[in-house]
């Protein structure tokens, strides 16, 4: 069964900092590891990794896979109240089905 | 350009009773998904379909029936609603050209969710 763990549940930051948040998985035929953002509503893709060792990146937001170690992480940089809101990876199989892990809740105050 | 719509977006019912949850896509997608989504569960597959006529279940199937006889439409029914199903649930859909060997990211995109309360 695939699974996939995300660290911290939640963080508390002031705006400024950077943020790491992690994903570690275990995918039966990897294929993908996905990263969302997920405010009020629904999910809204950030980033799709498929290749280890190469940064993706949008404005603040950078993520990285490491297919050796079976983890990912996304980083957010001089973080904003904007950025709060839950983050969540999910790992993708060859089936093309998505576990997801349970959510980082990221809270940046003013 | 609606996208996925999910209806309705707040439920209040009791239990026992019979609710269906509705999901329309205008994309032509042809997988589409239901997942719920539990404080400490994160997203939950209930049931996904890979085209027309064609569903199986996810990881958490028990109490819920779906049906696709149209792509664009994706409904799930609570035959009997219990309080364990008070849930956020989100209808999602794929551009996924099938299984194995299929062009694709396995990107999904979600509909706004329909925040259920049995009773």
């Known amino acids: 069964e695939d699974k996939v763990v995300q660290s911290p549940l939640s963080l508390v930051v002031h705006e400024g900092d950077t943020v790491t948040l992690n994903c570690s998985y275990e995918v039966t035929n990897f294929r993908s590891l996905l990263w969302y953002k997920q405010e009020k509503k629904a999910p809204t893709f950030l980033f799709m990794l498929t290749s280890s060792g190469i940064e993706k990146k949008s404005g603040r937001l950078s993520s990285i896979l490491d297919k050796k170690e079976l983890f990912s992480i996304l980083n957010i940089t001089a973080t904003q109240t904007g950025d709060s809101a839950i983050y969540l990876c999910a790992g993708v199989n060859a089936g093309n089905m998505l576990t997801f892990g349970g959510g980082t809740r990221l809270m940046v105050k003013p | 350009d609606a996208g996925i719509t999910q209806s309705p977006r707040y439920k209040i019912t009791e239990t026992g009773r019979q609710v269906t949850l509705m999901c329309h896509q205008t994309w032509s997608h042809s997988y589409m998904f239901w997942y719920r989504q539990d404080l400490g569960h994160g997203l939950r597959l209930i049931y996904y379909?890979?085209?027309?006529?064609?569903?199986d279940k996810g990881e958490v199937p028990d109490g819920y029936v779906v049906s696709r006889s149209k792509t664009e439409n994706f409904p799930l029914t609570l035959e009997s609603a219990t309080r364990s199903q008070t849930s956020v649930y989100f209808c999602?859909?794929?551009?996924?050209?099938?299984?194995?060997?299929?062009?694709?990211?396995?990107?999904?995109?979600f509909g706004e969710g329909s925040r259920l309360t049995v009773l």
């Open positions: 379909s890979a085209a027309a006529d064609i569903t």
């Open positions: 999602a859909s794929s551009p996924l050209a099938g299984k194995t060997g299929a062009r694709g990211t396995g990107e999904l995109f």
